[in-house]
T-cell receptor, first 115, second 111 residues
Framework: EPEVTQTPSHQVTQMGQEVILRCVPISNHLYFYWYRQILGQKVEFLVSFYNNEISEKSEIFDDQFSVERPDGSNFTLKIRSTKLEDSAMYFC?????????????FGPGTRLLVL | DAKTTQPNSMESNEEEPVHLPCNHSTISGTDYIHWYRQLPSQGPEYVIHGLTSNVNNRMASLAIAEDRKSSTLILHRATLRDAAVYYCILRYLSGNTPLVFGKGTRLSVIA
């Protein structure tokens, strides 16, 4: 069965450093999402992406964040200058586009720790 | 976003049925009811969804109240692998929109 993959599984970085989290969505999907989950808290939406542009973003997704689909397969989330509060699990999800109620498929996540 | 209310936690014995309730009294006519679950240390996973009629798939059944203000996810025979947080989520008709997760119900399964 097709699956969403994410790399790295774990990332430790120093505050102020840039990180790039990578995702490979399911190949024929057209909608892509990033969510995050701070330890012990809810899964929170960050951003959705369709047709090479952001379609929706939350208040969390400020100027420090950016997303890109550089090569038609990878979908990346960049945090320019990490803060301690960016420590969380980051989940990528992808979805088809039949126009009816689709299913979002989530990756296993990247655990980001900012020191 | 339309709001859902779920119990914080539930417990079940292995091999017994589990009924996970969800209240969504402000649901609109264009909202679908989705259920996802999150196993420990994993990403969320789709379980089932429906609009008005009850739905069955290989994982579970979804029973939707006639007025659509509540629904129940039914696991017919709970296994230890079903221990997870279960989320009831309302999603607008057109789909391709972000999922709004609440706190969900943490299901514990006892051997």
């Amino acid at each position: 069965e097709p699956e969403v993959t994410q790399t790295p599984s774990h990332q430790v970085t120093q505050m102020g450093q840039e990180v790039i989290l990578r995702c490979v969505p399911i190949s024929n999907h057209l909608y892509f999402y990033w969510y995050r989950q701070i330890l012990g808290q809810k899964v929170e939406f960050l951003v959705s992406f369709y047709n090479n542009e952001i379609s929706e973003k939350s208040e969390i997704f400020d100027d420090q964040f950016s997303v890109e689909r550089p090569d038609g397969s990878n979908f990346t989330l960049k945090i320019r200058s990490t803060k301690l509060e960016d420590s969380a699990m980051y989940f990528c999800a992808s979805e088809g586009s039949s126009g009816v109620q689709e299913t979002q498929y989530f990756g296993p996540g990247t655990r980001l720790l900012v020191l | 976003d339309a709001k859902t209310t779920q119990p914080n936690s539930m417990e079940s014995n292995e091999e017994e049925p589990v009924h996970l309730p969800c209240n969504h009294s402000t649901i609109s006519g264009t909202d679908y009811i989705h259920w996802y679950r999150q196993l420990p240390s994993q990403g969320p996973e789709y379980v089932i969804h429906g609009l008005t009629s009850n739905v069955n798939n290989r994982m579970a059944s979804l029973a939707i109240a006639e007025d659509r203000k509540s629904s129940t996810l039914i696991l017919h025979r709970a296994t230890l692998r079903d221990a997870a947080v279960y989320y009831c989520i309302l999603r607008y008709l057109s789909g391709n929109t972000p999922l709004v997760f609440g706190k969900g119900t943490r299901l514990s399964v006892i051997a």
